[in-house]
Nanobody
Framework: QVQVVESGGGLVQPGGSLRLSCVASGSIFSINYMGWYRQAPGKRRELVATITRGGVRNYADSVKGRFTISRDNAKNTVYLQMNSLRPEDTAVYYC??????????WGQGTQVTVSS
């Protein structure tokens, strides 16, 4: 079983930046993918970005060029640097970790609000 804990959300103005962090624990040997997903009110949870243990990245089209996912395997930590934030980026952001994308190991979520 893998557990993940997110941190770093908050309120930011449009055009601003935030950095999210997520630390994994438990059966970390099983983790290949780590990633971020988000869910806005009334909408389905959607992919933001994933990264494999080897560093292969995948981004949603809506965040390409603005968000950067990175990973420190020694610390079992994944980061999401979010720049040029827009109001439509407002959502609860969830960390996920496991052998495949959207494995059954989710964090509690961290709220990101982009508003002036």
């Amino acid at each position: 079983q893998v557990q993940v804990v997110e941190s770093g959300g908050g309120l930011v103005q449009p055009g601003g930046s935030l950095r999210l962090s997520c630390v994994a624990s438990g059966s970390i040997f099983s983790i290949n993918y780590m990633g971020w997903y988000r869910q806005a009110p009334g909408k389905r949870r959607e992919l933001v970005a994933t990264i494999t243990r080897g560093g292969v990245r995948n981004y949603a089209d809506s965040v390409k060029g603005r968000f950067t996912i990175s990973r420190d395997n020694a610390k079992n930590t994944v980061y999401l640097q979010m720049n040029s934030l827009r109001p439509e980026d407002t959502a609860v952001y969830y960390c996920n970790a496991g052998p495949i994308p959207m494995s059954p190991s989710w964090g509690q979520g961290t709220q990101v609000t982009v508003s002036s």
